[in-house]
């Protein structure tokens, strides 16, 4: 099951400079999308979100933007800090009357913000 | 904050025993979901239930597991017969309407040998 991708199994960058990292899916139903931030031996923290009728949303230093006709949505934290160095995740959920709003997630992006 | 608990945080059992994973999640919650991690692999749905009853299952969901609501406020993963490839972290997640973020718990490892 690869309906959500994340491509970049790992990112590193300075502190201070930008983050980005990326997903991709493949399934057009996806109408709700989310990115969670996981450290080892816990469970995956919410981020943020995006409904696929916006294009972009921004909370603080994190914005995640939409692009629904090439389906991939990316987050960007500016300015990356060390404390951020973690297991990102892309989730997608269909939220439609009688579906279940479970997330599918994609691998995931191990990123690593250096001092 | 309000948060998903989780208990034990580590299991290890031999193959072919019964696990019991307990979680409860956030009181005003009515969306409930189980996950698992296979190390160095995605978090993959397992199951989710709403309304005392289970709304939909993976294929990794078979006859060997089971979900149950008891009281109220826990909310359980029984796995009847232990496999090695259960091995995994299990998590629990709620959310309070259909369309909010869902909230996670801090996993149950489990280890069977």
């Known amino acids: 099951d690869q309906q959500v991708k994340q491509n970049s199994p790992s990112l590193s960058v300075q502190e201070g400079r930008i983050s980005i990292l990326n997903c991709d899916y493949t399934?057009?139903?996806?109408?709700?999308f989310l990115w969670y931030k996981k450290y080892p031996a816990e469970g995956p923290t919410f981020l943020i979100s995006i409904s696929s009728i916006k294009d972009k949303n921004e909370d603080g230093r994190f914005t995640v933007f939409l692009n629904k006709s090439a389906k991939h949505l990316s987050l960007h934290i500016v300015p990356s800090q060390p404390g951020d160095s973690a297991v990102y995740f892309c989730a997608a959920s269909v939220l439609v009357s009688g579906n279940t709003g479970k997330l599918i997630f994609g691998q995931g992006t191990t990123l690593q913000v250096k001092p | 904050e309000p948060e998903v608990t989780q208990t034990p945080s580590h299991q290890v059992t031999q193959m072919g025993q019964e696990v019991i994973l307990r979680c409860v999640p956030i009181s005003n919650h009515l969306y409930f979901y189980w996950y698992r991690q296979i190390l160095g692999q995605k978090v993959e749905f397992l199951v989710s239930?709403?309304?005392?009853?289970?709304?939909?299952k993976s294929e990794i969901f078979d006859d060997q597991f089971s979900v149950e609501r008891p009281d109220g406020s826990n909310f359980t993963l029984k796995i009847r017969s232990t496999k090695l490839e259960d091995s995994a972290m299990y998590f629990c997640?709620?959310?309070?309407?259909?369309?909010?973020?869902?909230?996670f718990g801090e996993g149950s490892r489990l280890t069977v040998l």
């Open positions: 997640a709620s959310k309070g309407d259909f369309s909010g973020e869902l909230f």
């Open positions: 399934n057009s139903m996806f109408d709700y």
């Open positions: 239930f709403y309304n005392n009853e289970i709304s939909e």
